[in-house]
């Protein structure tokens, strides 16, 4: 060997007969003498030792930079580059301490029950957040990857994992809330909605400065985190429907309007049996001291006091008083930078459903005729259809309403598309008409629903669920709630006559998108409308929207589980109302006009005869 051989192989002989190899330098060992070691007369004995030390060697340093082999299902860790600590000790010490990290409330047993599984519900997508954001996963494909057993055990994760060991997406505490089996509870619900407008609440001001698309951003993260997995809970966990009692629910919601207490004491006096009147108020108002008002004369916008409290108004006075007592209103106050526009507010009202029979929406600036519950009723029984829907745009709130019992009532017929740049070629309903001279006892068949008015059963709310992903719009929702009415089977008839007025008309109100301005920065509104009504426009064919040619991805998030239904093909919708989304054109469809059934409904033909 050579002097300057930093390296030298020593053989030992152990107490069983066998023999190792030492490595190291001659300073590490304290060798003064590379003859220190055990001499080695033959030669070639020598160059064989010194073969099978290099072949040591190298299979010590392969052995020390190989990775170490799977630990996630609880083997044994090899290796010398790491330490896992085995699973079965860490889950003896947790037991032993009353512990278990596995689910994430225990390090929060002291907060309310109801937080401690929000927060497990958290835990729903987890690190797959940016893949959702990147359109590369959808939440639905997280959230229903599962297979769980009769107990709420997970077996399997969809992705071919199996057992409780399995490295799935939902924490171990979700799972055991998600498979509650109670309806939800009124408290339950509005717990979690106050929960989720904070934390809206705490993201709007994060995000003062964000471009639209950073909004949109911003705000499906929070509902691919909290909303979504919750409303997915809420639709399982529905209040039983209650039938046989004619119990209505009344949705209302109300921005910044100074009708509604008046709407409230109208709708409970002028209703047949008000103690099976309940409504669901979403009221959004400008809380502070010094508010802003709407758009005045010269486009001056000034400082005015803080809205009127509509729920207060109503529940101090003496008509009112009873049934806010009694629980006949049940109420979710947003301030009005959480406003999301109608539609979301319609959402969130919808969840204050608590099992009635019937479900009303309209405006909070409404006028009503005397048993107007009864006559909604009435009328729903008398349309020929085990499904029916009865909407339109009621007359204005000056009409008299006591006359127009004697007339038919007018029926929503007129759709366009939009011109405007700002409304991206929405479908839009151009009014109601009254097209027949003659009033009938029976309802006749309409194309189209009317937002601000329409009373059905309330299957309606778990056959054709509100969007959580629709935040922002003012257009769109009347088109697509009527295409997904009629595809989930459901049929659209215009009143006999008309029930309620409308305050068509409120000039210089405030208005939600200014509210958005506020928010957020001027001007933002408008394209932060244009780009989530893709979502809308995917759901109804239009080719230029389709998901393929779309971004962000995040657009379409969990989509199918909010549109058409299966009864009924959005073709034949589309067909029979006349709507060609490729050439953006109108047909006259004459059968609305003329008040016979649609094509496909001529065994009703009878019934219109006059």
């Known amino acids: 060997r050579k002097e300057n051989n930093h390296l030298s192989f020593k053989h030992h002989n152990m107490h069983r007969g066998t023999s190792y190899l030492s490595i190291g330098s001659r300073e590490e060992r304290g060798d003064g003498d590379i003859n220190n070691t055990t001499p080695i007369q033959n030669s070639s004995s020598s160059n064989v030792l010194n073969g099978i030390g290099c072949l040591v060697l190298a299979s010590a340093i392969l052995f020390l930079l190989s990775p170490a082999p799977n630990t996630h299902e609880g083997g044994a860790g090899g290796g010398l580059l790491r330490t896992v600590p085995d699973p079965s000790s860490l889950k003896q010490q947790q037991a032993e301490n009353g512990l278990n990290f596995d689910d994430p409330r225990e390090r929060t047993r002291k907060l309310p029950v109801r937080i401690q599984g929000l927060l497990a519900q958290s835990q729903l997508v987890g690190k797959q957040l940016d893949l959702v954001k990147e359109g590369k996963k959808t939440v639905e494909e997280i959230v229903h990857a599962e297979v769980i057993d009769r107990d709420g055990k997970i077996i399997s994760d969809g992705n071919g994992n199996e057992g409780v060991g399995s490295s799935v997406h939902v924490a171990k505490g979700a799972v055991s809330r998600n498979y509650k089996s109670a309806p939800m509870t009124l408290d339950e619900i509005t717990t979690f909605l106050y929960s989720f407008l904070k934390k809206l609440n705490s993201s709007n001001l994060k995000n003062k400065r964000a471009t639209f698309h950073g909004i949109w951003a911003a705000y499906h993260l929070l509902v691919v985190k909290w909303l979504y997995p919750w409303d997915q809970e809420y639709l399982r966990r ?200 003659v009033k009938l006892d029976t309802p006749r068949f309409a194309p189209f629903v009317a937002a601000g008015y329409l009373v059905a059963p309330s299957t309606i709310l778990s056959e054709v669920p509100f969007d959580p992903f629709l935040p922002y719009i003012f257009m769109g929702e009347e088109i697509l709630l009527s295409a997904r009415l009629w595809t989930s089977g459901y049929d659209i008839f215009s009143p006999t006559h008309s029930l309620l007025g409308h305050h068509y008309v409120r000039n210089h109100q405030p208005k939600f998108w200014e509210s958005i301005h506020r928010t957020f920065t001027f001007g933002v509104h408008n394209p932060l409308q244009m780009l989530v009504l893709n979502r809308v426009k995917t759901q109804l064919d239009y080719p230029e929207s389709a998901k393929d040619m779309m971004k962000p991805k995040s657009l379409f998030t969990a989509v199918e589980q909010y549109s058409m239904g299966t009864s009924r093909s959005l073709e034949e919708y589309l067909k029979i109302v006349g709507l060609d989304m490729v050439t953006k054109e109108v047909s006259y469809t004459e059968w609305c006009e003329t008040g016979v059934p649609p094509p496909g409904f001529e065994k009703y033909a009878n019934l219109y005869t006059t």
């Open 238 to 437: 529905m209040p039983v429907r209650r039938t046989g009692e004619n119990s209505i629910f009344l949705s209302v919601v109300t921005y910044r309007d100074e009708f509604c207490p008046e709407t409230l004491k109208e709708a409970f006096d002028k209703a047949k049996d008000p103690d099976n009147l309940f409504v669901g108020l979403v009221q959004q108002n400008c809380q502070e001291e010094k508010c802003r008002s709407g758009v005045l004369e010269g486009g001056k916008i000034e400082d005015v006091g803080p809205d009127p409290d509509c729920y207060a108004e109503f529940c101090e006075s003496p008509e009112g008083r009873v049934y806010c007592e009694n629980g006949n209103i049940r109420l979710l106050r947003l301030k009005e930078s959480e406003s999301l526009g109608p539609y979301m507010a319609r959402y969130f009202a919808s969840k204050l459903w608590l099992g009635e029979e019937y479900y009303m929406q309209i405006d909070s600036h409404m006028t009503f005729l005397q048993d107007w519950d009864a006559l909604s009723i009435q009328m729903l029984k008398k349309a020929p259809s085990e499904k029916p829907v009865i909407s339109h745009y009621p007359p204005p709130h000056t009409a008299d309403l006591v006359a127009k019992t004697k007339v038919a009532a007018p029926r929503l017929c007129g759709p366009t598309f939009a011109t405007s740049d700002l409304e991206s070629q929405i479908i839009r309903l151009e009014g109601s008409y009254n097209y027949d001279t």
